[in-house]
């Protein structure tokens, strides 16, 4: 079960275009294994004090930087529309950021260990030792498993853990009857046509939309 359950929220989330970003941000925060169970607990609903908590938890990893701190903490904007970009930026930097050491773990727990080893085109035995950071992972594998994760953010909007899991093997009439498993190339990278039209098939299935 994931930490996410959103079932409210205050302003300035109430906005759609605001709540939005930030369910992104939380998403993706989530499914990079970022929102430690002793940190949070189960989330139910969108204010300042959550989002400021995960915004700091970014600055932490060095994912955010300089003109968004203030006095060494994550504040957020007095205006909604300062809030707006801050949560943009913060989907950029980690759109753009692939945090293996704490992915693996994120979706091993999501996929299981087969399934991440087979979308990731690796053994079992190297996915134990990557986790485990006995062995450095290798960029192109580092990226194949920070896609994965944002996939997994988007696909929160709409599944537990197990109808992810079943979406990757269910054929999809937009993939012409493959299953988005299968739908992926061999040694594929990031900027494959294909990743992206599972990127934005993931997208409009949770609702959120990929940058």
């Known amino acids: 079960m994931g930490i996410i359950q959103i079932q409210a929220a205050s302003d300035p989330f109430t906005r759609p275009e605001i709540g939005e ?3 992104t941000l939380l998403g993706r925060a989530e499914s990079m294994g970022l929102l430690d169970a002793d940190r949070f607990e189960t989330v139910s609903r969108l204010d300042p004090p959550l989002i400021e ?10 994912l955010l930087q300089g003109e968004v701190m203030s006095g060494g903490t994550t504040m957020l904007p007095s205006e909604p529309e300062g809030t707006l970009r801050l949560l943009r930026r913060a989907n950029t930097a980690l759109e753009d950021s ?54 997994v953010a988007d696909l929160r909007g709409a599944y537990n853990d197990y109808g992810v899991r079943r979406w990757f093997q269910r054929p999809r ?17 990031p900027d494959h046509p294909q990743v992206g039209v599972l990127r934005k098939l993931a997208a409009s299935i949770g609702g959120s939309p990929a940058t």
């Open 98 to 151: 692939p945090i293996p050491g704490r992915e693996w773990a994120a979706l091993r727990g999501t996929l299981g260990d087969e399934m991440v080893a087979r979308l990731c085109e690796i053994s079992e035995v190297s996915l134990r030792r990557y986790a485990a950071g006995t062995r450095t992972t290798p960029d192109p594998i580092a990226q194949r498993l920070h896609i994965l994760a944002l996939i």
């Open 53 to 62: 908590a995960v915004l700091q938890r970014l600055r932490t990893e060095g």
């Open 21 to 23: 970003a930030a369910a």
């Open 173 to 189: 009439p937009q993939l012409g009857g493959r299953c988005p498993e299968a739908f992926l190339p061999r040694l594929w990278t």
